[in-house]
């Protein structure tokens, strides 16, 4: 009997080792999708900062603006748009265009 439950005890342990180890390489998996996921977030906004500063696709970053003026509902996220081409109320300027 006391090898029995010698025997449970170690799979027990074996079976609690291994779920640390499966919730260790979840979280790792996790960490790794996020950031994944902000890498991509990031290179698509750089390139849509890119294209409006390129003048190129006016058309593109304006449907765009348009888009974040009903997707922002936030006072600071409007704010700190300010001053850029993609401020809700921006209108390119003959000069931007340069």
């Known amino acids: 009997m006391d090898d029995l439950e010698r025997r449970l005890e170690l ?3 074996r079976e ?3 779920r640390a180890r499966v919730a260790r390489l ?3 998996l996790d960490r ?3 950031r994944t996921a902000n890498q991509v977030k990031f290179t698509l906004g750089a390139a849509m900062l ?3 500063e390129s003048g190129r696709g006016d058309a593109m970053v304006d449907a765009f603006r348009r888009w974040l003026d009903v997707y922002l509902s936030r006072d ?3 704010a700190i748009l300010v001053g850029t081409l993609f401020e809700p109320n921006h209108r390119r ?3 931007d265009a340069a």
Do not use: C
Request: hydrophobic fraction near 35%; proline fraction near 0%.
């Open 76 to 78: 600071q996220d409007r």
């Open 32 to 34: 790794s999708n996020r």
């Open 16 to 18: 609690r080792n291994a």
């Open 93 to 95: 300027s003959v000069n």
């Open 50 to 52: 890119a294209l409006a």
């Open 11 to 13: 799979a027990r342990v």
């Open 26 to 28: 979840r979280r790792s």
